[in-house]
């Protein structure tokens, strides 16, 4: 939301009444979409993805012509069929953005692939960007006092709640891409929700 909200106040300033208009819109309409969202426990890919592919146009708009993104989807996935918790996807994604393309000099790289993992019976979900990487965000991070935002924090406290009481537990690994040097390449984040996944029954807890 700020960051949006700055991106529309800088439109202001430079006079670009049109694409601020456009811009907001777009906010308003993720903002809606957030909130209906957030009063289910379960939503479908389709939808899910309604609401990631406009905060990626967002964010496109926030990097210009410096961002270019490949979001793609195995062809065996019926997003209609699929379901998984609301705004599961969007954290991980904010992240990337954050903590690794934000700080990036060069072109900025965004790749999200979903498929079917048959080995983990679970609908699976990879991040990577090719930004700055886990150690040298750590490091801005530490100088800013070395706080731990509020977003990663709320997050881990989710899927730890997501994943209370569940035989299938929605799993996310986190990889630091390196070269045969051991420079950084960027990260990438693995997410995977089982088909079998269910929240838990309040009564039975």
Same mark, same amino acid.
């Given at each position: @939301?700020?960051?949006?909200?700055?991106?529309?106040? =800088? @439109? %202001?300033?430079?006079?670009? !009444?049109?694409?601020?208009?456009?811009? &907001?819109?777009?906010?308003?309409?993720? @903002?809606?979409?957030?909130?209906?969202?957030?009063? +289910?426990?379960?939503?479908?890919?389709?939808?899910? &993805?309604?609401?990631?592919?406009?905060?990626?146009?967002?964010?496109?708009?926030?990097? +210009?012509?410096?961002?270019? *993104?490949? &979001?793609?989807?195995?062809? #065996? *996935?019926?997003?209609?069929?699929?379901?998984?918790?609301? @705004?599961?996807? $969007?954290?991980?994604?904010?992240?990337?953005?954050?903590?690794?393309?934000?700080?990036?000099?060069?072109?900025?790289?965004?790749?999200?692939?979903? *498929?079917?993992? !048959?080995?983990?019976?679970?609908?699976?979900?990879?991040?990577? #960007?090719?930004?700055?990487?886990?150690?040298?965000?750590? $490091?801005?991070?530490?100088?800013?006092?070395?706080?731990?935002?509020?977003?990663?924090?709320?997050?881990?406290?989710?899927?730890?709640?997501?994943?209370?009481? !569940?035989?299938?537990? %929605?799993?996310? #690994? %986190?990889?630091?891409?390196?070269?045969?040097?051991?420079?950084?390449?960027?990260?990438?984040?693995?997410?995977?929700?089982?088909?079998?996944?269910?929240?838990? #029954?309040?009564?039975? =807890?």
């Amino acid at each position: @939301m700020f960051n949006a909200l700055n991106s529309i106040q =800088e @439109m %202001i300033v430079v006079n670009n !009444k049109r694409a601020a208009s456009t811009y &907001l819109g777009k906010f308003a309409d993720l @903002m809606r979409l957030y909130l209906n969202h957030s009063q +289910e426990k379960r939503v479908t890919l389709a939808e899910e &993805l309604e609401a990631l592919q406009l905060y990626l146009e967002l964010e496109q708009v926030r990097f +210009e012509d410096t961002l270019t *993104i490949d &979001l793609q989807i195995a062809p #065996d *996935i019926s997003p209609e069929a699929l379901t998984l918790p609301p @705004m599961l996807l $969007q954290p991980y994604v904010e992240n990337a953005f954050k903590h690794g393309l934000l700080h990036q000099t060069a072109a900025r790289h965004l790749k999200i692939n979903f *498929i079917l993992d !048959k080995v983990k019976n679970g609908l699976c979900c990879s991040i990577q #960007d090719n930004g700055i990487g886990r150690t040298a965000s750590a $490091q801005l991070k530490e100088a800013r006092h070395g706080h731990q935002s509020f977003a990663t924090s709320a997050t881990e406290r989710r899927l730890n709640l997501l994943n209370h009481n !569940k035989v299938n537990a %929605i799993t996310v #690994d %986190i990889e630091d891409l390196v070269d045969e040097q051991g420079k950084a390449l960027g990260t990438a984040v693995y997410i995977c929700i089982p088909l079998g996944w269910r929240e838990a #029954d309040p009564t039975t =807890e």
